[in-house]
């Protein structure tokens, strides 16, 4: 099978490879904006340079022509104050991926939604893929990723005979994902060894969310390929929700109990100062989103998670304590000294152009 990747080298794209290029039947083509080095597993696929945010379509249709299948993974979390480059990326990357894909004729699109998607919760009860996807309208991302589903819709309107398939999973995790994970939300000269040392966690006990593994949803994604199964996905790993409680233990740290709303307030002071570069959007979101009902995912495609979401937790912030990395320039090694340089040259990662 003939396979197209966009966002081929990030948490979920590395784990997609390793899985696909282990099977060793597919033709694979990555389309990236920074192409990788030829280390496993990215040294079987073939590179397709392109920036989503300005590629034209008809260049796109060109790396998709012959595919059965695209695979459009690619998204950004930073620069969180430049929500023009991120919607351009997000909203504007997928309206080019569409474009590009009926313009070559590919009769499959899997598409990376997220839990993110989704409307605002009523209760903990985890919800169905039947869910509105109205989005947490303070969250760019949620936003976002709610525009990117009405994109879909249209297509699903306009073309008729191409098999759209939309994966809504929770917050992804990994331990390769560490040093990504570190630069997106932490502080530059915070190391991410001092992660190790956290004597309280201040959040609001009421923060329940789902987690699953990038290797999880990279087997879905195959499975979803491989049936040519349509329709939207719900993946999450039992128990379904990760608590506040849970991130404590994970940290070794006590739990403070914090109102959501005042935690908010000092996210987002932190974030309008440029201290920190994760914006208030996120704790919006983290608070809103639903749990996940995963009967669909089990029941039409035979899927069942290998980790359950307090190990992805746990393996996500020990790889977030280690620094850990893979060797694709996404997920490249994340160090104080090597990320305050970045900074003083190009600027602060929540601001520049090209984090």
Same mark, same amino acid.
Do not use: C
């Given at each position: 099978?003939?396979?197209?990747?966009?966002?081929?080298?990030?948490?979920?794209?590395?784990?997609?490879?390793?899985?696909?290029?282990?099977?060793?039947? @597919?033709?694979?083509?990555?389309?990236?904006?920074?192409?990788?080095?030829?280390?496993?597993?990215?040294?079987?696929?073939?590179?397709?340079?392109?920036?989503?945010?300005?590629?034209?379509?008809?260049?796109?249709?060109?790396?998709?022509?012959?595919?059965?299948?695209?695979?459009?993974?690619?998204?950004?979390?930073?620069?969180? /104050?430049?929500?023009?480059?991120?919607?351009?990326?997000?909203?504007?990357?997928?309206?080019?991926?569409?474009?590009?894909?009926?313009?070559?004729?590919?009769? @499959?699109?899997? @598409?990376?939604?997220?839990?993110?998607?989704?409307?605002?919760?009523?209760?903990?009860?985890?919800?169905?893929?039947?869910?509105? +996807?109205?989005?947490?309208?303070?969250?760019?991302?949620?936003?976002?990723?709610? +525009?990117?589903?009405?994109?879909?819709?249209?297509?699903?309107?306009?073309?008729?005979?191409?098999?759209?398939?939309?994966?809504?999973?929770?917050?992804?995790?990994?331990?390769?994902?560490?040093?990504?994970?570190?630069?997106?939300?932490?502080?530059?000269?915070?190391?991410?060894?001092?992660?190790? /040392?956290?004597?309280?966690?201040?959040?609001?006990?009421?923060?329940?969310?789902?987690?699953? /593994?990038?290797?999880?949803?990279?087997?879905?994604? +195959?499975?979803?390929?491989?049936?040519?199964?349509?329709?939207?996905?719900?993946?999450?790993?039992?128990?379904?929700?990760?608590?506040?409680?849970?991130?404590?233990?994970?940290?070794?740290?006590?739990?403070?109990?914090?109102?959501?709303?005042?935690?908010?307030?000092?996210?987002?002071?932190?974030?309008?100062?440029?201290?920190?570069?994760?914006?208030?959007?996120?704790?919006?979101?983290?608070?809103?989103?639903?749990?996940?009902?995963?009967?669909?995912?089990?029941?039409?495609?035979?899927?069942?998670?290998? +980790?359950?979401?307090?190990?992805?937790?746990?393996?996500?912030?020990?790889?977030?304590?280690?620094?850990?990395?893979?060797?694709?320039?996404?997920?490249?090694?994340?160090?104080?000294?090597?990320?305050?340089?970045?900074?003083?040259?190009?600027?602060?990662?929540?601001?520049?152009?090209?984090?």
């Amino acid at each position: 099978m003939r396979i197209v990747i966009t966002g081929a080298t990030g948490n979920i794209g590395s784990a997609l490879l390793r899985r696909l290029t282990a099977d060793g039947e @597919h033709d694979l083509v990555g389309v990236v904006r920074r192409p990788p080095g030829p280390a496993e597993p990215y040294d079987a696929v073939a590179w397709h340079p392109a920036d989503l945010t300005e590629v034209q379509p008809a260049e796109l249709a060109e790396a998709f022509r012959g595919a059965d299948a695209v695979v459009h993974l690619a998204w950004g979390f930073q620069p969180s /104050h430049r929500e023009d480059y991120l919607e351009e990326l997000g909203v504007g990357g997928t309206r080019r991926v569409i474009a590009a894909v009926r313009a070559a004729g590919v009769p @499959h699109l899997v @598409h990376m939604s997220s839990v993110g998607a989704y409307s605002p919760k009523r209760d903990d009860v985890p919800v169905d893929e039947s869910w509105p +996807t109205g989005g947490v309208q303070t969250s760019m991302y949620s936003r976002h990723k709610s +525009t990117a589903e009405r994109l879909l819709d249209g297509l699903e309107r306009d073309a008729p005979e191409l098999v759209v398939s939309r994966m809504r999973p929770g917050i992804v995790g990994q331990r390769d994902a560490g040093s990504a994970l570190l630069r997106y939300g932490l502080p530059a000269l915070v190391p991410g060894g001092l992660l190790r /040392h956290v004597p309280v966690v201040p959040l609001d006990r009421g923060l329940a969310i789902p987690m699953v /593994h990038s290797d999880d949803v990279a087997d879905a994604v +195959t499975r979803v390929l491989g049936a040519r199964a349509p329709g939207a996905f719900n993946l999450a790993a039992p128990p379904a929700a990760v608590t506040a409680q849970d991130i404590a233990d994970a940290l070794g740290a006590r739990l403070v109990h914090v109102p959501s709303a005042v935690l908010r307030a000092a996210v987002s002071a932190s974030w309008h100062a440029r201290v920190q570069p994760l914006d208030p959007g996120w704790i919006d979101m983290g608070f809103a989103v639903p749990l996940l009902d995963t009967t669909r995912a089990q029941s039409e495609l035979g899927w069942s998670p290998a +980790t359950d979401s307090r190990a992805v937790l746990l393996e996500t912030i020990e790889g977030m304590q280690d620094a850990a990395a893979g060797s694709s320039p996404v997920l490249r090694p994340r160090s104080v000294v090597g990320t305050v340089a970045r900074a003083v040259r190009r600027g602060p990662v929540s601001s520049r152009r090209t984090p």
